[in-house]
């Protein structure tokens, strides 16, 4: 059943105006030639206006761009800094969220109910039992037959027809996109993310032929250069919901959905023959993996926006010692619309995002990387306004111009223009504002009635 509280819908409202013909005139969506948009090398058609390019829009480095640590992934790093500052704050603003949240709960808010939270818990259950090193994120083979063991060699194929190979096998696990990037040592994180507020294990690279973990450290063979980026698409649905915690069931699902990708596909790769390693937010930076394989442009949000998905996606990835074909980043207008349209910096209810016009090498605290090109978020005052709302947030993300259902005006429309058309963006971004997209429903608890299909959006 269709949301009846959309009245009009962006591809209504274009049509209404004439707008999408007359902007992108009648051949917007079809590849020059009249020949689809699909590449006959990739198992994702994309758009026309989705140009592959050598190097990044945005992103490049400098002499100062060195591996990151896992304990200053934010989550890690606020009780750390704690605990190195004598202690007790971090422990009494969990305990005030937890005492915010339960009177909530007594008072059955919308989006804040008890169903509201265990539907969350319940999303997040797979990416909790999911570890750096353990359990479905093993490093080495869980339950998969090697090649060895059913007495056949291990698979054989072309980079380009294993690269196939294995993107198809990521879209049927799951994936919205993948997409393979040469491994970069520098995107793999000195330190592993840690638990509870504790430092991890170092993750050093090394001349091995298997990847292990030990007591000591993680250990990354160096012949692993092949890096499957992975694009999970979350729930948008639930996503303009957010922030509550009915809308941040959205984001424990993504969570848990990356986990089970990415265990599957190292299974997949483990069976033909070969190392994988599979990994969530672990292990390594994703966002530069996932720019360098063409998945979309690092954006105004410091995450990647995709031009098929937006901003509403998780990312992981799988490193692999299976030769495949790398693919290439790509420019489809995202960087330039972002320096016009801040409608993220905007929206963002604790003011954590850049309204600078250009992206810079100036971080906002340690758990920005330096040394590279971004806009940086300011991510204490992200998390401060999570306390305050007993939830993540992601208003930003709900907001974006980008983040839009599949078949939404911004690709029919939107997508093929902004990489050629700069003036039109100032439009979009007003359109976008007075159709009202990106604000919270007015009935929240709708969600649980209202008809839908049996899963949620996959690719
Ligand atoms: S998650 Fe919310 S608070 Fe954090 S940057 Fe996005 S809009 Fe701002
Ligand atoms: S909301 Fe606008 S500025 Fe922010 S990431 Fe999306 S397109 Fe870029």
Same mark, same amino acid.
């Given at each position: 059943?269709?949301?009846?509280?959309?009245?009009?819908?962006?591809?209504?409202?274009?049509?209404?105006?004439?707008?999408?013909?007359?902007?992108?005139?009648?051949?917007?969506?079809?590849?020059?030639?009249?020949?689809?948009?699909?590449?006959?090398?990739?198992?994702?058609?994309?758009?026309?206006?989705?140009?592959?390019?050598?190097?990044?829009?945005?992103?490049?480095?400098?002499?100062?761009?060195?591996?990151?640590?896992?304990?200053?992934?934010?989550?890690?790093?606020?009780?750390?800094?704690?605990?190195?500052?004598?202690?007790?704050?971090?422990?009494?603003?969990?305990?005030?969220?937890?005492k915010r949240t339960a009177e909530w709960i007594q008072?059955?808010?919308?989006?804040?109910?008890?169903?509201?939270?265990?539907?969350?818990?319940?999303?997040?259950?797979?990416?909790?039992?999911?570890?750096?090193?353990?359990?479905?994120?093993?490093?080495?083979?869980?339950?998969?037959?090697?090649?060895?063991?059913?007495? +056949?060699?291990?698979?054989?194929?072309?980079?380009?027809?294993?690269?196939?190979?294995?993107?198809?096998?990521?879209?049927?696990?799951?994936?919205?996109?993948?997409?393979?990037?040469?491994?970069?040592?520098?995107?793999?994180?000195?330190?592993?993310?840690?638990?509870?507020?504790?430092?991890?294990?170092?993750?050093?690279?090394?001349?091995?032929?298997?990847?292990?973990?030990?007591?000591?450290?993680?250990?990354?063979p160096r012949k692993m250069k092949w890096v499957v980026?992975?694009?999970?698409?979350?729930?948008?649905?639930?996503?303009?919901?957010?922030?509550?915690?009915?809308?941040?069931?959205?984001?424990?699902?993504?969570?848990?959905?990356?986990?089970?990708?990415?265990?599957?596909?190292?299974?997949?790769?483990?069976?033909?023959?070969?190392?994988?390693?599979?990994? +969530?937010?672990?292990?390594?930076?994703?966002?530069?993996?996932?720019?360098?394989?063409?998945?979309?442009?690092?954006?105004?949000?410091?995450?990647?926006?995709?031009?098929?998905?937006?901003?509403?996606?998780?990312?992981?990835? +799988?490193?692999?010692?299976?030769?495949?074909?790398?693919?290439?980043?790509?420019?489809?207008?995202?960087?330039?619309?972002?320096?016009?349209?801040?409608?993220?910096?905007?929206?963002?209810?604790?003011?954590?995002?850049?309204?600078?016009?250009?992206?810079?090498?100036?971080?906002?605290?340690?758990?920005?990387?330096?040394?590279?090109?971004?806009?940086?978020?300011?991510?204490?005052?992200?998390?401060?306004?999570?306390?305050?709302?007993?939830?993540?947030?992601?208003?930003?993300?709900?907001?974006?111009?980008?983040?839009?259902?599949?078949?939404?005006?911004?690709?029919?429309?939107?997508?093929?223009? +902004?990489?050629?058309?700069?003036?039109?963006?100032?439009?979009?971004?007003?359109?976008?504002?007075?159709?009202?997209?990106?604000?919270?429903?007015?009935?929240?608890?709708?969600?649980?009635?209202?008809?839908?299909?049996?899963?949620?959006?996959?690719?």
């Amino acid at each position: 059943m269709p949301d009846k509280s959309r009245k009009i819908g962006r591809r209504d409202l274009l049509k209404t105006a004439g707008l999408a013909f007359a902007i992108n005139g009648p051949q917007a969506n079809a590849a020059p030639g009249g020949g689809g948009a699909a590449r006959a090398e990739d198992v994702f058609p994309r758009a026309w206006s989705v140009k592959s390019v050598d190097k990044p829009t945005l992103g490049e480095t400098n002499a100062d761009f060195q591996r990151f640590s896992g304990a200053d992934i934010f989550q890690i790093y606020r009780p750390l800094k704690d605990a190195r500052d004598g202690g007790g704050a971090y422990e009494a603003e969990k305990a005030a969220k937890a005492k915010r949240t339960a009177e909530w709960i007594q008072k059955d808010l919308p989006g804040l109910s008890l169903r509201d939270l265990q539907l969350s818990a319940g999303a997040g259950t797979v990416n909790h039992s999911a570890k750096a090193g353990e359990g479905l994120l093993s490093w080495t083979r869980i339950s998969v037959k090697t090649p060895a063991e059913l007495g +056949v060699p291990p698979y054989r194929a072309t980079p380009q027809g294993a690269a196939l190979t294995v993107k198809a096998a990521a879209r049927f696990y799951g994936a919205g996109m993948a997409g393979i990037a040469p491994m970069n040592e520098t995107y793999i994180n000195r330190k592993q993310t840690g638990r509870e507020g504790k430092e991890g294990l170092e993750i050093s690279i090394e001349d091995v032929d298997i990847p292990s973990v030990t007591a000591e450290k993680f250990v990354i063979p160096r012949k692993m250069k092949w890096v499957v980026a992975i694009a999970i698409p979350m729930d948008l649905d639930l996503l303009s919901r957010v922030p509550t915690v009915l809308g941040e069931a959205a984001v424990s699902l993504g969570y848990s959905d990356s986990a089970f990708v990415v265990a599957s596909l190292a299974e997949f790769i483990r069976g033909l023959g070969y190392q994988a390693i599979p990994c +969530v937010n672990d292990t390594a930076a994703t966002i530069p993996f996932a720019v360098e394989a063409g998945l979309g442009e690092l954006s105004r949000l410091n995450k990647l926006v995709s031009p098929e998905f937006g901003a509403g996606l998780r990312l992981c990835k +799988v490193f692999t010692d299976l030769p495949l074909a790398y693919d290439k980043p790509i420019d489809s207008g995202i960087v330039e619309f972002c320096k016009r349209c801040k409608k993220c910096a905007e929206t963002c209810p604790a003011r954590a995002l850049s309204f600078d016009p250009e992206p810079s090498f100036k971080v906002r605290g340690p758990w920005n990387n330096p040394g590279h090109k971004a806009w940086f978020e300011d991510s204490y005052k992200c998390y401060q306004y999570w306390q305050q709302v007993g939830s993540g947030c992601g208003i930003c993300i709900a907001s974006c111009p980008f983040t839009k259902a599949a078949g939404g005006w911004l690709h029919e429309t939107v997508e093929t223009t +902004v990489s050629i058309t700069p003036i039109a963006d100032r439009f979009f971004r007003a359109m976008d504002d007075l159709c009202g997209f990106g604000k919270q429903p007015r009935d929240l608890e709708h969600w649980w009635t209202k008809g839908r299909p049996a899963a949620p959006r996959r690719g």
